[in-house]
Protein backbone atom coordinates (compact mmCIF):
# COMPACT_ATOMS: atom_id res chain seq x y z
CA UNK A 1 0.00 0.00 0.00
CA UNK A 2 1.50 3.55 -1.10
CA UNK A 3 2.26 5.78 2.01
CA UNK A 4 -0.12 7.99 1.00
CA UNK A 5 -3.26 5.78 0.69
CA UNK A 6 -2.14 4.12 4.33
CA UNK A 7 -2.50 7.44 5.27
CA UNK A 8 -5.62 8.53 4.20
CA UNK A 9 -6.90 4.87 5.63
CA UNK A 10 -5.36 6.09 9.11
CA UNK A 11 -7.68 9.43 8.74
CA UNK A 12 -10.78 7.76 7.84
CA UNK A 13 -10.54 5.13 10.45
CA UNK A 14 -9.15 7.95 12.96
CA UNK A 15 -12.69 9.86 12.28
CA UNK A 16 -14.85 6.73 13.10
CA UNK A 17 -13.18 5.65 16.29
CA UNK A 18 -12.79 9.07 17.99
CA UNK A 19 -16.49 10.40 17.26
CA UNK A 20 -15.60 12.59 13.95
CA UNK A 21 -17.63 11.14 10.73
CA UNK A 22 -19.61 7.59 10.94
CA UNK A 23 -21.09 6.25 7.46
CA UNK A 24 -24.77 7.40 6.71
CA UNK A 25 -27.30 4.90 7.65
CA UNK A 26 -24.29 1.98 8.44
CA UNK A 27 -27.18 -0.11 10.09
CA UNK A 28 -27.75 -0.89 6.71
CA UNK A 29 -24.55 -0.80 5.31
CA UNK A 30 -24.20 2.75 4.38
CA UNK A 31 -25.21 4.90 2.04
CA UNK A 32 -22.81 5.80 -0.63
CA UNK A 33 -21.16 9.43 -0.68
CA UNK A 34 -23.36 10.47 2.15
CA UNK A 35 -21.80 10.51 6.09
CA UNK A 36 -23.07 12.15 9.35
CA UNK A 37 -20.95 14.30 11.43
CA UNK A 38 -20.19 12.52 15.01
CA UNK A 39 -19.92 14.66 18.48
CA UNK A 40 -16.48 15.91 17.87
CA UNK A 41 -17.22 16.46 13.96
CA UNK A 42 -19.83 18.41 14.76
CA UNK A 43 -18.20 20.55 16.74
CA UNK A 44 -15.23 21.13 14.13
CA UNK A 45 -17.64 21.91 11.46
CA UNK A 46 -19.76 24.39 13.66
CA UNK A 47 -16.37 25.84 14.11
CA UNK A 48 -15.10 25.89 10.74
CA UNK A 49 -18.31 27.61 9.62
CA UNK A 50 -17.73 30.02 12.46
CA UNK A 51 -14.49 31.23 11.18
CA UNK A 52 -15.42 31.95 7.36
CA UNK A 53 -19.10 33.50 8.89
CA UNK A 54 -16.70 35.88 11.21
CA UNK A 55 -14.08 36.21 8.63
CA UNK A 56 -16.62 37.14 5.28
CA UNK A 57 -19.58 38.85 7.37
CA UNK A 58 -18.13 40.14 10.83
CA UNK A 59 -15.14 41.59 9.61
CA UNK A 60 -16.39 43.27 6.41
CA UNK A 61 -19.41 46.16 6.93
CA UNK A 62 -20.65 45.66 3.27
CA UNK A 63 -21.14 42.06 3.35
CA UNK A 64 -24.41 40.89 5.29
CA UNK A 65 -25.57 36.84 5.69
CA UNK A 66 -28.53 35.32 4.97
CA UNK A 67 -30.17 31.55 5.26
CA UNK A 68 -32.31 30.80 2.27
CA UNK A 69 -34.08 28.03 1.75
CA UNK A 70 -33.17 24.94 -0.13
CA UNK A 71 -36.21 24.56 -1.77
CA UNK A 72 -36.70 27.30 -4.92
CA UNK A 73 -38.95 27.81 -7.20
CA UNK A 74 -38.16 25.43 -10.27
CA UNK A 75 -37.58 28.39 -12.79
CA UNK A 76 -34.76 29.48 -10.41
CA UNK A 77 -32.73 26.36 -12.20
CA UNK A 78 -33.60 26.71 -15.91
CA UNK A 79 -32.83 30.44 -15.41
CA UNK A 80 -29.21 29.99 -13.84
CA UNK A 81 -28.21 27.33 -16.66
CA UNK A 82 -28.78 24.17 -13.96
CA UNK A 83 -31.53 22.17 -15.64
CA UNK A 84 -29.76 22.25 -19.15
CA UNK A 85 -25.95 22.22 -18.49
CA UNK A 86 -25.16 20.86 -14.96
CA UNK A 87 -24.25 17.72 -16.06
CA UNK A 88 -21.39 15.16 -16.28
CA UNK A 89 -20.31 13.00 -19.15
CA UNK A 90 -21.52 9.75 -18.01
CA UNK A 91 -20.60 6.06 -19.04
CA UNK A 92 -21.49 3.20 -18.62
CA UNK A 93 -19.54 -0.44 -18.62
CA UNK A 94 -22.09 -3.01 -20.69
CA UNK A 95 -20.31 -6.30 -19.06
CA UNK A 96 -19.47 -5.02 -15.55
CA UNK A 97 -22.47 -2.76 -15.30
CA UNK A 98 -20.53 -0.01 -13.18
CA UNK A 99 -20.77 3.47 -14.25
CA UNK A 100 -17.91 5.87 -14.54
CA UNK A 101 -17.78 9.68 -15.49
CA UNK A 102 -15.78 9.71 -18.99
CA UNK A 103 -13.54 12.83 -17.94
CA UNK A 104 -12.58 11.03 -14.67
CA UNK A 105 -11.65 8.04 -16.71
CA UNK A 106 -9.18 10.34 -19.32
CA UNK A 107 -7.93 12.27 -15.98
CA UNK A 108 -7.20 8.52 -14.39
CA UNK A 109 -5.46 7.88 -17.26
CA UNK A 110 -3.05 10.95 -17.43
CA UNK A 111 -2.48 10.40 -13.87
CA UNK A 112 -1.13 7.14 -14.74
CA UNK A 113 1.23 8.80 -16.82
CA UNK A 114 2.29 11.19 -14.42
CA UNK A 115 3.04 8.48 -12.17
CA UNK A 116 6.01 6.81 -14.90
CA UNK A 117 7.21 10.34 -14.63
CA UNK A 118 7.75 10.05 -11.15
CA UNK A 119 9.18 6.66 -11.33
CA UNK A 120 11.70 7.91 -13.59
CA UNK A 121 12.65 10.87 -11.53
CA UNK A 122 12.47 8.92 -8.72
CA UNK A 123 15.28 6.51 -10.12
CA UNK A 124 17.41 9.07 -11.43
CA UNK A 125 17.31 11.06 -8.18
CA UNK A 126 18.84 7.65 -6.64
CA UNK A 127 21.76 7.45 -9.35
CA UNK A 128 22.62 11.49 -9.33
CA UNK A 129 24.29 13.32 -6.49
CA UNK A 130 24.10 17.40 -7.60
CA UNK A 131 20.27 16.05 -8.92
CA UNK A 132 18.64 18.28 -11.40
CA UNK A 133 15.27 17.70 -11.39
CA UNK A 134 13.79 20.27 -13.54
CA UNK A 135 16.92 19.73 -16.03
CA UNK A 136 16.02 16.10 -16.04
CA UNK A 137 12.32 16.75 -16.87
CA UNK A 138 13.34 18.74 -19.48
CA UNK A 139 16.13 16.62 -21.48
CA UNK A 140 15.27 12.39 -20.19
CA UNK A 141 13.86 11.25 -23.66
CA UNK A 142 11.28 8.58 -21.77
CA UNK A 143 9.79 11.65 -19.91
CA UNK A 144 9.64 14.02 -22.53
CA UNK A 145 7.52 11.39 -24.51
CA UNK A 146 5.23 10.71 -21.09
CA UNK A 147 4.68 14.10 -21.11
CA UNK A 148 4.12 15.13 -24.85
CA UNK A 149 1.51 12.47 -24.20
CA UNK A 150 -0.11 13.99 -21.13
CA UNK A 151 0.05 17.69 -23.50
CA UNK A 152 -2.16 15.71 -26.23
CA UNK A 153 -4.79 14.16 -23.85
CA UNK A 154 -5.16 17.08 -22.01
CA UNK A 155 -5.49 19.51 -24.60
CA UNK A 156 -8.07 16.81 -26.52
CA UNK A 157 -9.95 16.40 -23.09
CA UNK A 158 -10.23 20.04 -22.79
CA UNK A 159 -11.82 20.59 -26.30
CA UNK A 160 -14.30 17.90 -25.60
CA UNK A 161 -15.54 19.40 -22.37
CA UNK A 162 -15.91 22.90 -23.56
CA UNK A 163 -17.78 21.78 -26.98
CA UNK A 164 -19.73 19.23 -25.02
CA UNK A 165 -18.76 16.56 -27.72
CA UNK A 166 -19.55 13.53 -26.11
CA UNK A 167 -18.54 11.26 -29.13
CA UNK A 168 -14.95 12.80 -29.05
CA UNK A 169 -15.04 11.55 -25.27
CA UNK A 170 -15.78 8.36 -26.27
CA UNK A 171 -13.34 8.78 -29.19
CA UNK A 172 -10.29 9.13 -26.37
CA UNK A 173 -11.81 6.42 -23.95
CA UNK A 174 -10.78 3.88 -27.25
CA UNK A 175 -7.98 5.80 -28.85
CA UNK A 176 -6.81 5.21 -25.22
CA UNK A 177 -7.32 1.70 -24.88
CA UNK A 178 -8.74 2.50 -21.28
CA UNK A 179 -10.52 -0.31 -19.28
CA UNK A 180 -13.02 -0.69 -16.68
CA UNK A 181 -10.62 0.05 -13.49
CA UNK A 182 -12.78 -2.70 -11.32
CA UNK A 183 -12.65 -5.48 -14.36
CA UNK A 184 -10.52 -4.58 -17.06
CA UNK A 185 -13.38 -5.10 -19.44
CA UNK A 186 -13.31 -2.46 -22.77
CA UNK A 187 -16.84 -2.67 -23.67
CA UNK A 188 -18.36 0.58 -23.38
CA UNK A 189 -21.62 2.28 -24.02
CA UNK A 190 -21.45 5.44 -25.67
CA UNK A 191 -21.15 8.79 -23.75
CA UNK A 192 -23.97 10.72 -22.66
CA UNK A 193 -24.96 13.51 -20.72
CA UNK A 194 -26.21 13.10 -16.88
CA UNK A 195 -27.62 16.17 -14.86
CA UNK A 196 -26.37 16.31 -11.31
CA UNK A 197 -29.94 18.03 -9.75
CA UNK A 198 -31.89 15.71 -7.65
CA UNK A 199 -35.44 16.22 -8.06
CA UNK A 200 -38.54 15.76 -6.04
CA UNK A 201 -42.29 16.15 -6.08
CA UNK A 202 -44.14 18.72 -4.47
CA UNK A 203 -47.37 17.46 -2.61
CA UNK A 204 -50.00 19.24 -4.12
CA UNK A 205 -49.30 19.82 -7.68
CA UNK A 206 -49.04 16.45 -9.89
CA UNK A 207 -46.64 16.24 -12.88
CA UNK A 208 -43.87 17.70 -14.16
CA UNK A 209 -45.28 21.27 -12.88
CA UNK A 210 -44.65 20.48 -9.55
CA UNK A 211 -41.24 18.93 -9.83
CA UNK A 212 -38.78 20.73 -7.37
CA UNK A 213 -34.93 20.34 -7.09
CA UNK A 214 -32.62 20.41 -4.24
CA UNK A 215 -30.62 22.90 -4.71
CA UNK A 216 -27.05 21.74 -6.06
CA UNK A 217 -25.51 25.11 -4.86
CA UNK A 218 -26.80 28.10 -2.73
CA UNK A 219 -25.66 30.79 -4.58
CA UNK A 220 -29.12 30.89 -6.27
CA UNK A 221 -30.77 31.52 -3.02
CA UNK A 222 -28.26 34.96 -2.49
CA UNK A 223 -29.07 35.44 -6.39
CA UNK A 224 -33.30 35.40 -6.50
CA UNK A 225 -32.39 37.89 -2.80
CA UNK A 226 -30.05 40.65 -4.34
CA UNK A 227 -32.93 43.41 -4.39
CA UNK A 228 -34.47 42.18 -1.40
CA UNK A 229 -31.13 42.66 0.73
CA UNK A 230 -29.78 45.62 -0.83
CA UNK A 231 -33.33 47.50 -0.47
CA UNK A 232 -33.44 46.43 3.05
CA UNK A 233 -29.98 46.84 3.84
CA UNK A 234 -29.84 50.18 2.04
CA UNK A 235 -25.66 48.45 0.87
CA UNK A 236 -23.99 50.30 -2.09
CA UNK A 237 -22.01 48.88 -4.37
CA UNK A 238 -19.62 46.93 -4.10
CA UNK A 239 -21.42 44.96 -1.51
CA UNK A 240 -21.84 40.81 -0.83
CA UNK A 241 -23.93 38.34 0.61
CA UNK A 242 -22.71 35.51 2.07
CA UNK A 243 -24.14 32.23 3.14
CA UNK A 244 -23.82 28.90 4.28
CA UNK A 245 -26.38 25.96 3.80
CA UNK A 246 -26.65 22.62 2.43
CA UNK A 247 -26.35 21.46 -1.66
CA UNK A 248 -26.98 18.36 -3.10
CA UNK A 249 -25.30 16.22 -6.51
CA UNK A 250 -26.13 13.41 -7.61
CA UNK A 251 -22.53 12.67 -8.30
CA UNK A 252 -21.54 9.71 -10.15
CA UNK A 253 -17.95 9.18 -9.08
CA UNK A 254 -18.73 9.39 -5.47
CA UNK A 255 -15.24 8.35 -3.49
CA UNK A 256 -12.08 9.78 -1.37
CA UNK A 257 -14.49 9.76 1.68
CA UNK A 258 -16.40 13.58 2.58
CA UNK A 259 -14.36 15.05 -0.09
CA UNK A 260 -17.28 14.25 -2.83
CA UNK A 261 -20.46 13.51 -1.50
CA UNK A 262 -24.01 13.50 -2.54
CA UNK A 263 -25.23 15.94 0.32
CA UNK A 264 -23.10 18.51 1.31
CA UNK A 265 -22.20 21.81 3.01
CA UNK A 266 -21.37 24.75 1.00
CA UNK A 267 -20.24 28.38 2.36
CA UNK A 268 -20.45 30.99 -0.53
CA UNK A 269 -20.13 34.64 -0.85
CA UNK A 270 -21.44 36.87 -4.16
CA UNK A 271 -19.54 39.93 -4.38
CA UNK A 272 -21.67 42.27 -6.27
CA UNK A 273 -19.59 44.93 -8.56
CA UNK A 274 -19.64 47.71 -10.85
CA UNK A 275 -19.67 45.85 -14.66
CA UNK A 276 -16.20 46.39 -15.80
CA UNK A 277 -14.17 46.41 -12.14
CA UNK A 278 -15.12 43.08 -11.93
CA UNK A 279 -11.26 41.41 -12.56
CA UNK A 280 -9.91 43.98 -10.14
CA UNK A 281 -11.98 42.57 -7.30
CA UNK A 282 -11.41 38.85 -8.58
CA UNK A 283 -8.00 39.69 -7.68
CA UNK A 284 -8.76 41.00 -4.49
CA UNK A 285 -10.93 38.41 -3.24
CA UNK A 286 -8.04 35.77 -4.74
CA UNK A 287 -5.87 36.85 -2.27
CA UNK A 288 -8.35 37.47 0.77
CA UNK A 289 -9.40 33.63 0.37
CA UNK A 290 -5.72 32.48 0.23
CA UNK A 291 -4.76 34.35 3.46
CA UNK A 292 -7.96 33.00 5.18
CA UNK A 293 -6.36 29.69 4.22
CA UNK A 294 -2.73 30.59 5.82
CA UNK A 295 -4.39 32.16 8.28
CA UNK A 296 -4.74 29.06 10.20
CA UNK A 297 -0.81 27.93 9.96
CA UNK A 298 -1.34 26.30 6.56
CA UNK A 299 1.97 25.93 5.41
CA UNK A 300 2.34 27.63 1.60
CA UNK A 301 3.57 24.70 -0.32
CA UNK A 302 0.16 22.68 0.51
CA UNK A 303 -2.05 25.41 -1.23
CA UNK A 304 -1.51 26.54 -4.63
CA UNK A 305 -3.91 28.64 -7.29
CA UNK A 306 -5.31 26.42 -10.70
CA UNK A 307 -6.76 28.85 -13.26
CA UNK A 308 -9.28 27.04 -14.80
CA UNK A 309 -8.76 26.36 -18.37
CA UNK A 310 -12.20 24.98 -19.71
CA UNK A 311 -14.95 27.95 -17.44
CA UNK A 312 -18.60 27.00 -16.53
CA UNK A 313 -21.04 28.32 -18.70
CA UNK A 314 -21.85 31.82 -15.81
CA UNK A 315 -17.97 32.51 -15.37
CA UNK A 316 -15.81 34.88 -17.34
CA UNK A 317 -12.80 33.71 -15.08
CA UNK A 318 -12.58 30.97 -12.27
CA UNK A 319 -9.45 29.71 -10.20
CA UNK A 320 -9.80 26.87 -7.71
CA UNK A 321 -7.72 27.53 -4.53
CA UNK A 322 -6.04 23.51 -4.19
CA UNK A 323 -4.79 21.76 -1.36
CA UNK A 324 -2.39 18.76 -1.16
CA UNK A 325 -5.23 16.12 0.62
CA UNK A 326 -3.65 12.94 1.52
CA UNK A 327 -4.74 11.85 -2.41
CA UNK A 328 -2.58 14.65 -4.17
CA UNK A 329 -3.49 18.32 -5.08
CA UNK A 330 -7.15 19.08 -5.48
CA UNK A 331 -10.03 21.60 -5.52
CA UNK A 332 -10.64 22.98 -2.12
CA UNK A 333 -12.77 26.65 -3.29
CA UNK A 334 -13.52 27.99 -6.29
CA UNK A 335 -13.48 31.66 -7.14
CA UNK A 336 -15.35 32.70 -10.21
CA UNK A 337 -16.02 36.15 -11.73
CA UNK A 338 -19.69 35.28 -12.63
CA UNK A 339 -20.68 38.85 -15.17
CA UNK A 340 -24.18 39.34 -14.63
CA UNK A 341 -25.15 36.13 -15.77
CA UNK A 342 -27.27 34.92 -12.90
CA UNK A 343 -28.99 38.60 -12.51
CA UNK A 344 -29.39 39.31 -16.08
CA UNK A 345 -31.45 35.76 -16.64
CA UNK A 346 -33.34 36.11 -13.23
CA UNK A 347 -34.47 39.42 -14.19
CA UNK A 348 -35.11 38.15 -17.94
CA UNK A 349 -37.25 34.71 -16.78
CA UNK A 350 -38.75 36.16 -14.03
CA UNK A 351 -40.47 39.46 -15.91
CA UNK A 352 -38.83 41.53 -12.48
CA UNK A 353 -35.58 44.07 -13.18
CA UNK A 354 -32.84 43.10 -10.96
CA UNK A 355 -31.01 46.64 -11.30
CA UNK A 356 -28.96 48.57 -8.60
CA UNK A 357 -28.83 52.34 -8.93
CA UNK A 358 -25.48 53.59 -8.61
CA UNK A 359 -25.70 57.22 -7.40
CA UNK A 360 -22.46 58.35 -8.10
CA UNK A 361 -22.63 57.35 -11.18
CA UNK A 362 -26.07 58.45 -11.70
CA UNK A 363 -27.00 54.59 -14.17
CA UNK A 364 -28.76 52.21 -13.81
CA UNK A 365 -26.98 48.85 -14.59
CA UNK A 366 -27.19 44.97 -13.78
CA UNK A 367 -24.18 44.27 -11.54
CA UNK A 368 -21.35 41.99 -12.03
CA UNK A 369 -20.48 39.44 -9.36
CA UNK A 370 -17.54 37.50 -7.87
CA UNK A 371 -18.57 34.56 -5.97
CA UNK A 372 -15.85 32.54 -3.26
CA UNK A 373 -17.36 29.60 -2.75
CA UNK A 374 -15.99 26.45 -0.42
CA UNK A 375 -17.55 23.70 0.70
CA UNK A 376 -17.18 22.91 4.37
CA UNK A 377 -16.96 18.78 4.44
CA UNK A 378 -13.60 19.74 2.20
CA UNK A 379 -12.44 22.26 4.42
CA UNK A 380 -13.05 19.62 7.49
CA UNK A 381 -10.92 17.02 5.46
CA UNK A 382 -8.58 19.25 4.16
CA UNK A 383 -8.03 20.38 8.51
CA UNK A 384 -8.17 16.66 9.34
CA UNK A 385 -5.66 15.29 7.25
CA UNK A 386 -2.98 17.98 7.77
CA UNK A 387 -3.40 17.65 11.63
CA UNK A 388 -3.61 13.78 12.21
CA UNK A 389 -0.07 13.21 13.07
CA UNK A 390 1.30 10.06 14.42
CA UNK A 391 4.62 11.08 16.41
CA UNK A 392 6.91 9.64 19.24
CA UNK A 393 6.18 11.56 22.10
CA UNK A 394 7.64 14.58 22.77
CA UNK A 395 10.85 14.48 25.08
CA UNK A 396 10.65 10.49 24.57
CA UNK A 397 13.97 8.93 24.14
CA UNK A 398 12.33 5.88 23.17
CA UNK A 399 11.39 5.65 18.97
CA UNK A 400 8.47 3.31 19.59
CA UNK A 401 6.80 5.39 22.33
CA UNK A 402 4.13 7.07 20.02
CA UNK A 403 1.00 8.99 19.54
CA UNK A 404 -1.98 9.83 17.51
CA UNK A 405 -2.30 13.37 17.87
CA UNK A 406 -4.96 15.89 15.75
CA UNK A 407 -2.59 19.04 15.73
CA UNK A 408 -5.74 20.98 14.57
CA UNK A 409 -5.33 25.02 15.50
CA UNK A 410 -6.84 25.80 18.96
CA UNK A 411 -10.07 28.14 17.45
CA UNK A 412 -10.96 25.44 15.79
CA UNK A 413 -10.76 22.81 17.67
CA UNK A 414 -13.87 20.42 19.19
CA UNK A 415 -13.02 20.63 22.37
CA UNK A 416 -10.62 23.41 23.85
CA UNK A 417 -10.13 22.12 27.60
CA UNK A 418 -10.17 18.66 29.60
CA UNK A 419 -10.96 18.89 33.06
CA UNK A 420 -9.01 15.30 34.22
CA UNK A 421 -9.01 14.66 38.09
CA UNK A 422 -6.23 12.63 39.23
CA UNK A 423 -8.14 10.28 41.01
CA UNK A 424 -11.41 9.56 39.93
CA UNK A 425 -12.37 7.51 43.19
CA UNK A 426 -11.53 10.68 45.16
CA UNK A 427 -14.31 12.78 46.19
CA UNK A 428 -12.69 16.16 47.18
CA UNK A 429 -10.40 15.98 43.81
CA UNK A 430 -13.63 14.95 41.61
CA UNK A 431 -15.38 17.63 43.30
CA UNK A 432 -13.11 19.96 42.78
CA UNK A 433 -12.71 19.12 38.82
CA UNK A 434 -16.47 19.37 38.48
CA UNK A 435 -16.21 23.43 40.10
CA UNK A 436 -13.51 24.49 37.89
CA UNK A 437 -15.42 22.41 34.82
CA UNK A 438 -18.71 24.28 35.42
CA UNK A 439 -16.76 27.56 35.64
CA UNK A 440 -14.45 27.13 32.17
CA UNK A 441 -17.69 25.94 30.47
CA UNK A 442 -19.22 29.42 30.84
CA UNK A 443 -16.29 30.32 28.14
CA UNK A 444 -15.40 27.47 26.26
CA UNK A 445 -16.76 24.22 25.13
CA UNK A 446 -14.72 22.21 27.70
CA UNK A 447 -15.01 18.16 28.79
CA UNK A 448 -14.43 16.71 32.01
CA UNK A 449 -13.18 13.12 32.00
CA UNK A 450 -12.83 10.75 34.86
CA UNK A 451 -13.07 7.33 32.86
CA UNK A 452 -9.41 6.26 32.80
CA UNK A 453 -5.96 6.29 34.03
CA UNK A 454 -4.27 9.92 33.32
CA UNK A 455 -1.89 8.47 30.92
CA UNK A 456 -5.01 7.26 28.83
CA UNK A 457 -7.27 10.55 29.25
CA UNK A 458 -4.32 12.64 27.51
CA UNK A 459 -3.94 10.03 25.14
CA UNK A 460 -7.56 10.69 24.36
CA UNK A 461 -7.53 14.08 24.48
CA UNK A 462 -4.92 14.42 21.71
CA UNK A 463 -6.49 12.14 19.46
CA UNK A 464 -9.58 14.42 19.30
CA UNK A 465 -7.10 17.13 19.30
CA UNK A 466 -7.85 19.13 22.52
CA UNK A 467 -5.16 21.88 23.33
CA UNK A 468 -5.35 21.94 27.02
CA UNK A 469 -5.46 19.15 29.98
CA UNK A 470 -5.92 20.38 32.91
CA UNK A 471 -5.37 18.19 36.00
CA UNK A 472 -6.72 17.95 39.44
CA UNK A 473 -4.66 16.71 42.61
CA UNK A 474 -4.42 16.44 46.02
CA UNK A 475 -2.00 19.73 46.01
CA UNK A 476 -4.78 21.22 44.40
CA UNK A 477 -7.34 20.74 46.83
CA UNK A 478 -4.31 22.88 48.98
CA UNK A 479 -3.00 25.43 47.12
CA UNK A 480 -5.34 26.22 44.16
CA UNK A 481 -3.26 25.61 41.87
CA UNK A 482 -3.47 22.48 38.51
CA UNK A 483 -1.07 21.18 35.89
CA UNK A 484 -2.26 22.75 32.53
CA UNK A 485 -0.74 20.61 29.69
CA UNK A 486 0.36 21.95 26.34
CA UNK A 487 -1.08 19.16 23.56
CA UNK A 488 1.82 20.37 20.87
CA UNK A 489 4.70 20.31 23.39
CA UNK A 490 3.83 18.42 26.60
CA UNK A 491 5.22 21.08 28.29
CA UNK A 492 3.15 21.12 32.07
CA UNK A 493 3.14 23.76 34.12
CA UNK A 494 1.68 24.26 37.62
CA UNK A 495 -0.78 27.47 37.59
CA UNK A 496 -3.62 29.26 39.76
CA UNK A 497 -7.37 27.68 38.99
CA UNK A 498 -8.15 31.62 38.49
CA UNK A 499 -5.69 31.93 35.07
CA UNK A 500 -7.06 28.92 33.63
CA UNK A 501 -9.58 30.54 31.69
CA UNK A 502 -7.33 33.21 30.41
CA UNK A 503 -4.18 30.73 29.27
CA UNK A 504 -6.74 29.03 27.81
CA UNK A 505 -8.25 32.13 26.43
CA UNK A 506 -5.74 33.72 24.75
CA UNK A 507 -4.97 30.57 22.89
CA UNK A 508 -8.22 29.16 21.08
CA UNK A 509 -9.74 32.78 20.79
CA UNK A 510 -10.44 33.37 16.99
CA UNK A 511 -9.78 37.14 17.23
CA UNK A 512 -5.48 35.94 16.70
CA UNK A 513 -6.58 34.32 13.14
CA UNK A 514 -8.77 36.65 12.58
CA UNK A 515 -6.19 39.90 12.94
N1 LIG B 1 -21.59 28.20 -6.68
C1 LIG B 1 -20.45 27.72 -7.35
C2 LIG B 1 -20.20 26.31 -7.11
O1 LIG B 1 -21.02 25.60 -6.55
P1 LIG B 1 -18.40 24.43 -7.41
O2 LIG B 1 -16.94 24.56 -7.80
O3 LIG B 1 -19.23 23.46 -8.11
O4 LIG B 1 -18.98 25.90 -7.54
C3 LIG B 1 -17.86 24.97 -4.91
O5 LIG B 1 -18.46 24.11 -5.86
C4 LIG B 1 -17.22 24.20 -3.79
O6 LIG B 1 -18.16 23.31 -3.20
C5 LIG B 1 -16.06 23.31 -4.22
O7 LIG B 1 -14.85 24.03 -4.27
C6 LIG B 1 -16.04 22.26 -3.13
O8 LIG B 1 -15.33 22.73 -2.00
C7 LIG B 1 -17.51 22.13 -2.76
N2 LIG B 1 -18.12 20.96 -3.43
C8 LIG B 1 -18.61 20.89 -4.70
N3 LIG B 1 -19.11 19.67 -4.96
C9 LIG B 1 -18.94 18.94 -3.83
C10 LIG B 1 -19.27 17.60 -3.45
N4 LIG B 1 -19.90 16.78 -4.27
N5 LIG B 1 -18.92 17.18 -2.21
C11 LIG B 1 -18.32 18.02 -1.34
N6 LIG B 1 -17.99 19.29 -1.63
C12 LIG B 1 -18.30 19.76 -2.85
Given amino acids: MSQQSDQFKRLVAHCKEYGFIYQSSEVYDGLAAVYDYGPYGAELKNNIKRYWWRAMVDMHENIVGIDAAIFMH ?30 VLIEDHIAKIE ?83 FSTQLGNIAGTEGKLYLRPETAQGIFVNFLNVQKSTRQKIPFGIAQIGKAFRNEIVA ?73 GFKELEG ?17 KKMQYFDPEL ?15 DRMFLATMSQALVNEVVP ?19 P ?26 KLS ?34 EDNMVTIRDRDTLKQERVSIEKVAEIVGKKVDMKHILA
Wanted: charged content about 30%; hydrophobic content about 35%.
Fill in 74 to 103: PKTWKASGHVDAFNDPLIDNKDSKRRYRAD
Fill in 115 to 197: GKINKEVTKAKKRFDNFDEKMFRETNGRVKGYQEKINAITERLATAMTNNDMEELKAIIVDLDIADPDTGSRNWTDVRQFNLM
Fill in 255 to 327: RQFIFRMREFEQMEMQFFVRPGEEMKWYEYWKEVRMKWHKALGTPDEKLRYHDHEALAHYANAALDIEFEFPF
Fill in 335 to 351: IHSRTDFDLASHSELSG
Fill in 362 to 376: NENYVPYVIETSIGV
Fill in 395 to 413: GSDDPNNKRDVLKIPPALA
Fill in 415 to 440: VKCAILPLKRNEEAIVNKAKDIFNQL
Fill in 444 to 477: FHCQYDDTGSIGKLYRRQDAIGTPFCITVDFESL
